[in-house]
């Protein structure tokens, strides 16, 4: 028998998530059956979209009361009866928050090793090479559409999504700015190869920070944050800019969002605001991740992980979403093998 834990969400959370909002469980698996495998899974990822979810409907319905937490997953087969996955195979997919469970195998692939190696580590998969690597490449590039000489501005820039689409703003020859809250960060973009890091919680007037960091004006704005930020940035948007709206992080944790104030610039520069939800690109993933992959290896992208240890410690690396403490993509490591 395998003992098996899981998260579940216990009540839907006011504000920033609680560690009561979700409830530890504990039982033994079942054998396995002809066709399913155990897995032992070995990271999850905690990720911000996931907060609108415990409290309401978003791109995909509201998560249930009593359901495991969702999230990406990184594991190891530990028993098959399953010819597509031997025992051993490493394999991602949406996991959540679990120590193991078992499956047919549906939603489930084999880490490629010819992807997976050398620089771009089997974490990857669930990170830089996941949904938020994605959300930055589709984002940037179906709908910022960068030219040569154009000036890209992101917010949450040290975050996964953001320093994704800072990077690839600098492989398309713009300029590249990102706004992050610490100087730690700051320093890691301009590391990266940003042109202008702009810490925001020391920045003062940000609208000013913005016009000295982009005199010439903005043309993408790849918005992760939202709010305040996001008036910040239409007020600098220069004519026929585009706005990209990845995520809204700053309006999760409220049911009354602050929202756009200055839409006033819409009309005197021309400008187009659209979202996207990265899923509507998966006919694309792969395409996308060995040009992700490729970069890594040529060294024009890099990426950031954050590892905390613990299952138990999930809620909490969660909540550091929302706090600032997080600096990169965010894994939980479930069992080292
Ligand atoms: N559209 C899609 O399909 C899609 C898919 C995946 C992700 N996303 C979105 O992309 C965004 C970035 O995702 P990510 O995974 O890379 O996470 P992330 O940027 O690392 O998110 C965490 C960071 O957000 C910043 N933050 C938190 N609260 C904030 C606030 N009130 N105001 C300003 N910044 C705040 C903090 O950084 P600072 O210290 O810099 O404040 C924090 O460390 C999220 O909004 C996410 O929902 C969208």
């Not at 504990?26 to 996931?50: A, K, W």
């Not at 974490?123 to 938020?132: D, E, R, S």
Request: aromatic share 8%; with cysteine; net charge neutral.
């Amino acid at each position: 028998m395998t003992t098996h834990r899981r998260w579940t969400l216990a009540r839907r959370p006011q504000g920033l998530p609680q560690a009561d909002d979700f409830r530890l469980e504990e039982y033994d698996l079942p054998e396995i059956r002809d066709g399913s495998v155990l897995v032992r899974v070995d990271f999850i990822s905690v990720d911000p979209g996931m907060r609108s979810r415990l409290s309401a409907d978003s791109y995909a319905p509201a998560l249930s009361l009593g359901a495991t937490v969702e999230s990406a997953g990184i594991g190891t087969v530990l028993a098959s009866r399953n010819p597509k996955f031997e025992e051993g195979a490493k394999v991602w997919g949406g996991f959540g928050w679990q120590s193991h469970f078992v499956s047919e195998g549906r939603g489930m692939q084999v880490l490629d090793p010819a992807i997976y190696c050398g620089p771009v580590h089997e974490t990857c998969a669930i990170g830089v090479l996941g949904i938020p690597g994605l959300t930055a490449y589709f984002g940037l590039s179906d709908l910022g559409k960068p030219k040569e000489g154009e000036t890209v501005l992101v917010s949450s820039a040290a975050g996964t999504v953001g320093a994704t689409a800072g990077q690839m703003a600098k492989i398309e020859h713009c300029t590249a700015i990102g706004i992050a809250g610490s100087d730690a960060k700051c320093a890691y973009l301009r590391e990266i190869g940003f042109d202008h890091a702009i810490n925001y919680k020391t920045a003062g007037d940000l609208i000013a920070a913005l016009k000295q960091a982009a005199p010439k004006g903005i043309d993408i704005y790849f918005d992760n944050v939202g709010g305040e930020t996001l008036d910040a940035a239409i007020l600098n948007m220069r004519k026929n800019g585009r706005i990209v709206v990845s995520g809204q992080i700053a309006e999760y944790n409220t049911t009354n969002p602050r929202g756009i104030r200055q839409t006033l610039p819409f009309i005197t520069q021309r400008l187009k605001m659209e979202g996207l939800v990265v899923y509507d690109y998966s006919a694309k993933f792969n395409e996308a991740r060995a040009q992700l992959a490729h970069w890594i290896r040529h060294g024009k992208l890099s990426f950031r992980e954050e590892i905390v240890d613990g299952l138990e410690n999930a809620p909490n690396a969660f909540r550091g979403l929302f706090t600032g403490e997080a600096f990169g993509r965010r894994l939980v490591r479930v069992a080292s093998a």
